[in-house]
C-alpha cells in the first residue's frame, strides 16, 4: 500500500509538472500570436504538407495557441487549415477571437462548412480538397512540439507506404485472434515495424498519404452511423481495409511531456464519450470491424 501511496503521489508530481510546463508554453505562444508577424507557412520541401484541424466554440477562444505551436515548427506545413462549421459559428468570421483572425496574415486558412461533422471535419474536408496532398491531422488542444511535423515527414520518407503517427496503441489480440477490449490493448506504445494493429490516436499528429484510405473513407452516411464522434476508429478501418500499416516515430519522450495540453480543455472532451460501455471505443470499432468484415485482416498479428 505505501508504495502505491507512492506511485499516486510521484504521477501527481509529474502531472503537476506537466501542467506547469503547458501553462509556461501557452503564454510564450500567446506573446508571439501577438507580436510576430513571421509567416507560419511554407517549405522548400518536394511534397505538400497539409496541417488540418477543426474546433467548436467551448475552444474556438484557445485555439489559436495551438495553431501558434504549428506555426512555430522546425518544418513548417505548406497549409494550416482550420475547418469551421457555420452551425456552431453562424456569425462566421464575426464569432471568432481576434488573436486567431490575425494569424489569417501569417497563412492560417479558416475554412466554413455548412456541416457539422464534429471531429471528421478535419480530415474529411481536407481529402477532399488536396487529395495529392501529406495531410497531417492534429486536434486543437494540444501545444505541439517544434519537432513535430519534421518528425513525421522524415518517418514518411523512409517508409513512404505507412501512416505515421506521434501517439498509438498496439491493438491485442486473444490467442483465437480475437480482439481484446480497448482497456486492455497496450497504450501508447513504441514499435520497431509497421503493423496493421497499431492503431493511431489523433491527439498526437497523424500524418495520411494519397491512397492510404479505402474508397468508403468520406462515406458521410456510414462514419455517422457506425462510428460517430469516433474518427480514430473510422480512419483505422479504412486504412485497415486497405491493408496499410502504421507506426509510431522513433521518440524516446513520453506523450505527455511532448503533447501538451492546454489548461481547460479537456473540460470539454469527447474522451469520455468514447470511453463509454455502452456506446464507446469498442462499441464503435465491432461495429465499422462487422460490417467491413475486417477482423481477418489483424488475424495473426496479436503478437507483433
Known sequence: ?????????????LEELFRYKSMAMALNYQQLALSSDRSGVGNKKSHDIVVSLTSYPARINEVFLTIESLFQQSLRADRVVLWLSEKNFPSLYGDLPEALLNQQERGLEIEFVAEDFGPYKKIIYSL???PDSLIVTVDDD???????IDQLYRSYLKEPNVIHCHRAHRMKLTDNDELLPYSEWDMSVQAEEPSLNIFPTGNGGILY???CFDCDVLKRDLFLSLAENADDVWLKAMTLKNNVACKPVNDIRHWKSKLLMIEGSQLDSLTKINKSKSDGNDYKIRAVFDHYKLWSNLKGSHGK
Open 142 to 148: 494540444i501545444l505541439y512540439p517544434v519537432d513535430t
Open 1 to 13: 500500500m505505501f508504495k502505491s501511496l507512492k506511485n499516486k503521489r510521484a504521477q501527481k508530481k
Open 209 to 211: 498519404f494519397p491512397g
Open 128 to 130: 477532399e480538397k488536396y
